[in-house]
């Protein structure tokens, strides 16, 4: 948290004063073991991706055309909100039809965390495995679909892996905050997510919002963008499109036992929670985000 930040701003400050680096690979070739090898802040990385098929061939037409019949898992923006669908999917429709009414028509359907190589093997031969000083999990490559305007809100991944998120197709604006952020953010108990509305960092509900500092960086099709574990991204989808996370492992012993914990413990827990009293279990995780947020800033004053 940056000491020159008043948090008594009258403005609307702005969250997003950290740059983001950048680096070009472009025509470049061959191995790059350095450039993620214990990074631990987000890159932007031009020409990663750039001799991967599935950034010359997927688009709407030719996945349905090649995979159409496919059922697929659908979720839409309800997806975190108290209550019956929370955190499940909405239900089920062939590939296809998910494609042509999100890609095509603009319906706010979601697909995410589809993991293609248990899903549809044959895709994963239109992706490549790259030599940056991580291990990817080859078979945790997922992809995300959403139509233009649609929003991944703000969270960090539950298994704590280290994330290499590619646009095959269409721009995203994704912000960014580092762990170090979580109260400033409002973080919820149980969860890996936060509901403040970024775009109103002066919200009375939400005191310690504008004392946060983030990254805000527009990923261009073809463009990769390093998310190290446990950072905070919200993905805002500017056109239709589609994306592929490889993922890596934490390498320390604690990032690894954080992620288990949230699996097996604090994920199961909020669901049954929300099963057995949805708002009352969602208000007492927003009280307790607010506590902490509210004590956060008053402590600020006094130092
Ligand atoms: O593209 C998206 O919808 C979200 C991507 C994301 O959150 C992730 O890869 O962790």
């Known amino acids: 948290m940056d000491d020159q930040d008043s948090d008594t701003e009258m403005f609307a400050p702005n969250l997003f004063t950290r740059q983001i680096e950048c680096v070009s690979l472009d025509g470049a070739s ?82 995410f965390l589809y993991n293609i190589g248990r ?37 960090y991944d539950i298994d704590m892996s280290h994330v290499l998120y590619t646009s095959i197709l269409g721009r995203r604006r994704i912000r960014l905050f580092a762990p170090d952020q979580s109260t400033a953010l409002h973080k919820h108990p149980f969860t890996v997510r936060s509901y403040v509305n970024l775009d109103d960092p002066n919200d009375v509900n939400y005191p310690a919002l504008k004392a946060a500092r983030g990254y805000e960086v527009v990923v261009e099709a073809g463009q990769s963008l390093f998310i190290p574990s446990a950072f905070w991204h919200e993905v805002k989808y500017l056109d239709a499109g589609i994306g592929i996370s490889l993922r890596a492992a934490n390498q320390t012993l604690n990032g690894r036992l954080m992620g288990l914990m949230n699996i097996l413990a604090l994920s199961p827990v909020d669901r049954i929670s929300n099963k057995l009293a949805a708002e009352h279990w969602f208000g007492w995780k927003q009280g307790k985000a607010d506590a902490r947020g509210r004590a956060f800033m008053n402590n600020r004053r006094v130092i």
């Open 119 to 155: 899903q549809i093997p044959e895709l994963l031969e239109d992706v490549e495995f790259p030599d940056v000083g991580l291990n990817f999990a080859q078979s945790f490559v997922y992809s995300f679909f959403g139509c233009r305007g649609s929003i991944t809100p703000l969270h």
């Open 30 to 111: 061959g191995s790059f073991p350095e450039l993620l090898k214990e990074r631990n802040t987000p890159l932007l990385i031009s020409g990663l991706a750039a001799d991967w098929p599935a950034l010359h061939s997927w688009n709407a037409g030719s996945l349905s055309a090649r995979f159409g019949s496919k059922p697929v898992r659908v979720y839409n923006a309800l997806f975190g909100e108290p209550g019956k669908n929370y955190m499940d999917s909405i239900g089920v429709m062939p590939f296809s039809e998910f494609l042509s009414e999100t890609l095509g028509k603009g319906r706010d359907l979601r697909m």
